[in-house]
Every structure is written in structure tokens, then in C-alpha cells.
């Protein structure tokens, strides 16, 4: 596993020797005579939905959500292959997933509700075309069985396939090489991004959240009693260069790939970096290609392809090895394209698991985005940040984000409000086991 060194200015922080116990009490209850100011770094699916739930919480409070670019032409979810699943081997994954499945079903009546219309004038393409999973080892299998009992228990719906179940079900699949798989029959499927942020912020507008475009550079802190860093106003370069300075009771690190630089500042250094990940669109000549409610795929290689909503078409991609995932910089970075890994690596898989059809295939188009990639796990970084008495964070799901983003927003919600997350368990996924390596927690079903 990738690592980051902790920063020299956290070498000497005295972090909370239990996990199980919350961080310390909230400061909600102090500021509530002056309606306390909430600022949310990142409008994108993560900001607006912990906005949303902070004003579904405490209609009075102040929250304004800073993002610096409002048409999301780069956002780590626009440009993300819009999955949702259940299909994870942490618990916890798997009951955040259930929570925002249930969001996501009743956002369209959400939205009529509070924005007019009706629910399908405020759809977000939701399609529930479900996801495959394969394994070709003994202990892939192992961990595949463990994952789908666990799935069940918790309320997913996922069954084992055979190889030969697999090929009955789905015709197109080689299955020789597959000792067992998974599919979900519901809950499963695709969203249009674009769609589940225009939704979340329009209810953010609705409910009195502000919204500021810029790009914050710098915070205002002072350093309280046990090297612990207190935030009381961000500095925001908006357009055309105007600086604006917005005071700050609590603030949110909902920045995405850009969360490890807003926390330079206060000397800490988060392990949340940009990692490129390439999508592929492709079109099947095949008299018979896969339908449209084909499942997303996922091959034992790691790459995944799923259909679009017109015939014979389909997009695909695969994370690359941990040795050729650099960190990246600069949006310049996601214009440069290597379609020899198209070429190279996943065409030929495609070929092996789809050989009736994907044969005859030409590619259509690319493009790549950022995952907000937590290199110490791989999992959500939820909750107070040790070493700050303020600053909440909301990072790193390392291609998860899309999918969780209600429940990652409520949770961070009621650990504001609350002090402690009521209504999920996401006490794993605290801060605190990023100083503590002993208690990082590792997800199997990374795609």
C-alpha cells in the first residue's frame, strides 16, 4: 500500500488513543447564538449534499459552499462513470450505499417537493441495470463468496453465479476461466452525474445555502491549547481575481482531489491525492452485441465496461498498477490521453471475457478524470480532523464518491450538528486512523 509521511508539524500531536470514542464535543452548541458559519470548500456532490443536510438539520444555519468552478467541467463526479453499488466487502461500505440507494431512488419526488414540477421533470437518469463482479482464483472466489454473504446480511441483493449459471444469464460472457461471480438483480446500476449535482445544489439554493465561485487560498487560524489549529475565516480568489474574506466557525474539506492543499495551511498534510483515470467509449459492430441492461462488468483483470443507453455502444476503463499511478497536477494533465492503454491492456480483455462481440469494436471517444484518491487506504476520510478544532473533513473515496455522497453528507452533517453520526456507522472511517496505521481498513471491491 501507497503511504504519505505525516507532517513534521503533526510529529509531536497527541492523537486520541481510542477510535471508538467521537471526537471531542461539537462546537455547534456555542455558536448557535450567532448562527454558525459553515463554510463548504467543493460545490460538487460531496459539498452539496452535506450543505443540504446541515440546513435539513439547523434550517438557521449559515452555509456557504465555495467552489471554484460552477460549471464542473473537470469535478471528479462529472467525469466519473456514474456507478452505483452495493457490491463492497467493508460493512460500512456497504450500508453507506444502501442509505444514498434509497436517496437517490426518492431524489426526483425530493426535488418536486421542495422545487415544483413533478419527479419526472427532476429524473437523474437512474437506471438499475445492476453490476457484475468475477473471480478467476481459489481466493478471489474466497473473498467473492465472504463479500456476497456479507452484501446479503446487510439488505443488498446479490447473487452467487456459477460459471455455468454466469453463461446463462448472460449469453455473451466466456466463463471458462471464472470459477464464481456476482450480480445484483436491483439497486445496482447507473446515474447521470451532472444530473445528481444540478439536483443537490438546486436544493442547496432552495434551502438558503449562498454559493461563492472562486478558489480558496489561504485560511485564518490561531493555535489553541494542545497544537490544535482553530479556523476563523477563508480566503477566496473569485472572478476576475477579487479576494474575499468569509469568517469561519466550522469549516468543510469537501474539495475532492484539491482537499490535501487546502489543508497545507494548518501544516497537515492529508493523504488525498489526484489520480488520472481514463473512460473509453466504444461502439460494437456485432450482428448481437450485449444489451442495454447489460450490468456493469467487472473482468478479474479490473477492467469494467457497462453499455450506454443507445444500441451497441458502451463505455470502459481499469485503474492502472499502484507503480503507474502517479499523483497529478494541473488540469492540463486530463487532456493528455493514452489510448495505447485502450490498445494495450484493455482491449484484449474485452476480447477474452466478450469474444461473440467485442471483437468488432472501434473506439468513439475518451476522456479522463481524477479519482480523490486516499493513498493510506482507499476508503472515506469522514469526521473532525485531529490537530484542528474546526475543520471536518469529507475526502478520499477513491472512485466511490458518486455513489455515497448522501450518506457521506448526512454523516458529516450530524457530527457538526450532533457531535456524532446517528445514523450510520462510519466511526472506521474517522481521521484518526490516518495517525494510527494499525487501524486503517482496506476495501477489497476498489474498481
Known amino acids: 500500500r501507497n503511504s504519505v509521511s505525516m507532517s513534521p508539524s503533526l510529529s509531536g500531536l497527541v ?14 452548541a456555542s455558536t448557535q447564538s450567532s448562527r454558525p458559519a459553515v463554510i463548504v470548500v467543493g460545490g460538487s456532490v460531496m459539498g452539496c449534499s452535506t450543505a443540504w443536510h446541515l440546513k435539513q438539520l439547523d434550517p438557521s444555519a449559515n452555509v456557504t459552499v465555495v467552489e471554484r468552478d460552477p460549471s464542473y467541467a473537470v469535478a471528479s463526479a462529472t467525469l466519473s462513470a456514474g456507478g452505483f453499488r452495493q457490491q463492497f466487502s467493508l460493512p460500512e461500505n456497504i450500508s453507506m450505499s444502501l442509505h444514498s440507494l434509497d436517496f437517490l431512488r426518492n431524489l426526483p419526488k425530493l426535488c418536486a417537493r421542495h422545487l415544483g414540477g413533478t419527479s419526472s421533470d427532476h429524473g437523474i437518469g437512474l437506471r438499475e441495470t445492476g453490476y457484475c463482479f468475477m473471480a478467476a482464483s481459489e481466493a478471489g472466489a474466497a473473498t467473492l463468496a465472504a463479500n456476497i454473504a456479507r452484501q446479503n446480511r446487510l439488505g443488498a441483493d446479490v447473487e452467487a453465479l456459477s460459471p455455468s449459471r454466469l453463461r446463462e444469464v448472460y449469453p455473451w460472457c466466456y466463463n471458462q476461466d471464472v470459477l464464481l461471480a456476482s450480480r445484483s438483480t436491483q439497486g445496482e446500476g447507473i446515474i447521470d452525474p451532472w444530473r445528481l449535482i444540478s439536483s443537490l445544489k438546486s436544493l442547496c439554493q432552495v434551502a438558503g445555502v449562498t454559493f461563492v465561485t472562486g478558489e480558496v487560498t489561504d485560511v485564518t487560524s490561531v493555535t489553541l491549547s494542545g497544537q490544535c489549529a482553530e479556523v476563523q475565516a477563508v480566503h477566496v480568489c473569485g472572478v476576475n481575481g477579487a479576494e474575499t474574506t468569509l469568517p469561519c466557525d466550522i469549516l468543510v474539506n469537501a474539495a475532492g482531489p484539491h482537499a490535501a492543499a487546502l489543508m ?29 441492461n447489460t450490468p456493469l462488468t467487472v473482468d478479474p483483470t479490473g477492467v469494467y465496461f457497462r453499455p450506454e443507453l443507445s444500441q451497441a455502444s458502451f463505455i470502459t476503463g481499469v485503474s492502472p498498477p499502484a507503480d503507474q ?15 495505447n492503454l485502450f490498445d494495450d491492456v484493455i482491449w484484449p480483455v474485452l476480447y477474452h471475457r466478450v469474444p461473440t462481440a467485442f471483437d468488432n469494436i472501434k473506439v468513439t471517444g475518451a476522456w479522463a478524470g481524477y479519482y480523490d484518491y486516499n493513498t493510506m487506504d482507499q ?5 473532525l480532523c485531529d490537530g484542528t478544532a474546526n475543520v471536518y473533513l469529507c ?17 458529516v452533517a450530524e457530527m457538526i450538528v450532533y457531535g456524532e453520526c446517528t445514523s450510520l456507522d462510519v466511526e472506521r472511517f474517522l481521521p484518526a486512523r490516518l495517525w494510527q496505521h494499525e487501524l486503517l481498513v482496506f476495501e477489497d471491491n476498489i474498481v
Open 15 to 28: 492523537v486520541r488513543p481510542r477510535l471508538l470514542t467521537w471526537h471531542h464535543a461539537t462546537r455547534w
Open 395 to 411: 475526502n478520499g473515496f477513491s472512485g466511490h464518491g458518486l455513489q455515497q455522497s448522501p450518506a457521506a453528507g448526512l454523516a
Open 379 to 383: 476508503n472515506a476520510i469522514l469526521g
Open 325 to 339: 499511478d502517479p499523483d497529478c497536477t494541473g488540469h492540463n494533465t486530463l487532456e493528455e490521453l493514452d489510448y
Open 264 to 292: 497545507t495551511p494548518l501544516n497537515i498534510d492529508l493523504p488525498v491525492r489526484a489520480r488520472k483515470r481514463h473512460v473509453f467509449s466504444f461502439k460494437c459492430g456485432a450482428t448481437h452485441p450485449p444489451p442495454t
